[in-house]
């Protein structure tokens, strides 16, 4: 284990302010280029059936840490669910401390993600509901969902989440960045029918106040929330919750699923802010979002690089967002995310070895993920 990114004697800065830019910059400086994935075991569909007790499952998580080391991968970007907290906040500190321990392993620090406003507005503890056959992430859920955000009297509960959870890992420098909301204004056409029409005026104050309550908890490691949609090229074209975002980040983050000019426009807009930049999703073949080039662009930019997708499983994201709507087979076309079939084996060799021609990793020689096997399409 390393040590802290910073000193016990910053924590009373860290735990009042955002970081400085020369702070920010000099973290970024010593932490190196950052570069992983998303990544949830493939047994899991979301994220409540990753961390419960009954399913945690620490065989895959190492087997599957074991590609992103072999790739290497130095970072995976992790959710968490507030549900996980109060149902059993010990055990999943407990189960929080198990994945750092593979992850620290395998050489992989982690970014954890606390909130998360994309796909199903009301999720529930316990057993998770089975995949549907080829459809992109069916089981996914919101953090809070619908029914905590509409009651501001449970808001209490989700400050102790984060406050507990951060607390408890403020000095773990396993812990790379704290994302602190994933797509906090995404609308989530999806289920349009069943969230919340004014979801983004409730999130905006507890947004703000989550980047607070992790200050408060003492959080020694850069906090961020990305922005995801548009280039961001106007400062004042920009919504309110992307300004929280953007003025409360230490480190500044992003998705972007387009070509590489795309990303450019993207890079460029944002390196105003004079912070580290982190690209935390991208990678969608069908729409031109390649490992080469892009992946080789961040490299040259030292903006760190998370792909959405790792190993083929419950989410599905094998197949497009648009999946929804449109029937596949039991294999889209071309691939829309991930990088390694269930078996361990490259969905495409040709990636994997330019991966490693960044990462300067080599190929092993045993081993499922290792064998490298020849693969189709």
Not at 230 to 255: C, T
Not at 274 to 286: F, G, I, K, Q, S
Not at 306 to 332: C, L
Not at 354 to 368: D, E, H, V, W
């Amino acid at each position: 284990m390393g040590t802290p990114a910073f000193a016990a004697d910053d924590a009373a800065t860290s735990a009042s302010a955002r970081w400085s830019e020369q702070k920010a910059n000099d973290w970024s400086a010593k932490k190196g280029w950052l570069v992983g994935a998303n990544f949830g075991p493939s047994t899991a569909i979301n994220q409540l059936e990753m961390w419960q007790a009954d399913t945690f499952d620490p065989e895959t998580i190492d087997r599957e840490l074991g590609y992103a080391e072999s790739l290497g991968f130095t970072s995976m970007r992790v959710f968490l669910h507030h549900m996980l907290w109060e149902e059993d906040s010990q055990g999943l500190l407990k189960r929080m401390e198990e994945y750092l321990e593979i992850s620290e392993k395998h050489h992989i620090g982690t970014m954890f993600v606390l909130f998360d406003s994309v796909w199903d507005p009301h999720p529930h503890p316990g057993k998770q509901r089975a995949p549907r056959p080829s459809v992109h992430n069916s089981g996914w859920v919101q953090s809070p969902g619908a029914d905590v955000l509409k009651d501001p009297s449970k808001y209490p509960l989700l400050e102790q989440y984060v406050k507990g959870v951060v607390s408890h890992f403020k000095n773990d420098p396993r812990i790379d960045v704290w994302d602190v909301w994933n797509e906090p204004d995404n609308p989530v056409p999806q289920y349009r029918e069943v969230d919340l029409p004014n979801k983004k005026e409730l999130v905006l104050p507890l947004l703000e106040k989550s980047f607070a309550w992790c200050r408060e908890a003492g959080a020694t490691q850069p906090l961020t929330s990305g922005v995801w949609v548009g280039n961001w090229g106007d400062p004042a074209k920009l919504n309110p919750i992307e300004r929280v975002q953007l003025d409360n980040s230490d480190v500044i983050s992003y998705h972007n699923y387009g070509k590489l000019d795309d990303m450019k426009l993207c890079v460029d807009h944002l390196r105003r802010y004079n912070r580290p930049l982190l690209c935390t999703e991208y990678m969608a073949r069908p729409q031109g979002s390649t490992f080469d080039p892009i992946l080789g662009y961040l490299k040259k930019e030292h903006v760190g690089a998370y792909n959405w997708g790792f190993v083929q499983g419950k989410t599905n994201t094998i197949f497009p967002w648009d999946s929804w709507e449109k029937k596949y087979g039991e294999e889209p076309p071309v691939w829309f995310h991930d990088i390694f079939r269930t078996n361990g084996t490259p969905y495409r060799q040709e990636e994997v070895d330019y991966i490693r021609s960044l990462t300067g990793a080599k190929a092993p020689t045993t081993g499922t993920a290792a064998a490298d096997s020849k693969t189709t399409k």
